[in-house]
């Protein structure tokens, strides 16, 4: 068990460019969670999958985002024409609706993004 | 709506000191209470939880009781070390669900020798 990994650890970005992240769970978790933490804040939910099907997701998730697990194994969460607001901490927890329990998440070392 | 409250940070204490930080719930029905610590250039750990009422979560010398009738799920420790310097984050999750944490704004906690 490796834990869950998310890449790349930090990202900078200039204005309006796209952005994406990559998030890896432990391998027999088949939920996946995005949160966004901002400064001296604690994380907000943005999405949440169950195998490869997004069940609920945040109205913190505008039109510019959108997240994929296509094969209910790594995720992808993509910014699209990146805003100064969007810089934050982008964290992915995973948990098993199996094995563990109840509900507890496991989560990555977060992806940091800056945007210039 | 689901929210929890932390009291705000951030906490000073000498090292062996006794630690106290507060969190309330505000929820329907019965969560489940987490304590998640977030030490410095590390991600979330789960620390403790509590599914129940009067349960109460244990690890690494912090505790924390699921106290229903005031809605709270304050965190504890006799005797804290130097080590424990990290934000502590009090979270919930929505009784019958599977999804989202609900999180405090967290408390730091700095101790020194």
């Known amino acids: 068990d490796t834990g869950v990994s998310q890449d790349p650890r930090h990202k900078i970005t200039k204005r309006g460019q796209n952005v994406t992240f990559r998030c890896d769970p432990i391998?027999?978790?088949?939920?996946l969670y995005w949160y966004r933490q901002t400064l001296g804040q604690g994380p907000e939910f943005l999405t949440y999958f169950q195998n490869e099907a997004q069940l609920e997701k945040s109205r913190l998730l505008s039109d510019r985002f959108s997240a994929e697990r296509p094969k209910g194994s790594f995720s992808t969460l993509e910014i699209q024409r990146t805003e100064q607001g969007d810089s934050a901490m982008y964290l992915c927890?995973?948990?098993?609706?199996?094995?563990?329990?109840?509900?507890?998440?496991?989560f990555g070392p977060g992806t940091r993004l800056t945007v210039t | 709506g689901n929210s929890v409250t932390q009291m705000e940070g951030p906490v000073t204490l000498s090292e062996e000191a006794f630690l106290t930080i507060n969190c309330t719930y505000t929820?329907?029905?019965?969560?489940?209470l987490f304590w998640y610590v977030q030490y410095p250039g590390e991600g979330l750990q789960l620390l403790l939880k509590?599914?129940?009422?009067?349960d109460k979560g244990s690890n690494k010398g912090f505790e924390a009781t699921y106290r229903k009738e005031t809605t709270s799920f304050h965190l504890e420790k006799g005797s804290v070390q130097v080590s424990d310097s990290a934000v502590y984050f009090c979270a919930l999750i929505k009784p019958g669900t599977a999804s989202k944490l609900t999180f405090g704004t967290g408390t730091r906690l700095q101790v020194t020798l």
């Open positions: 927890a995973s948990s098993s609706s199996v094995n563990y329990g109840p509900y507890e998440q496991y």
């Open positions: 391998s027999e978790h088949n939920r």
């Open positions: 929820a329907t029905g019965y969560p489940s």
């Open positions: 509590a599914t129940k009422a009067d």
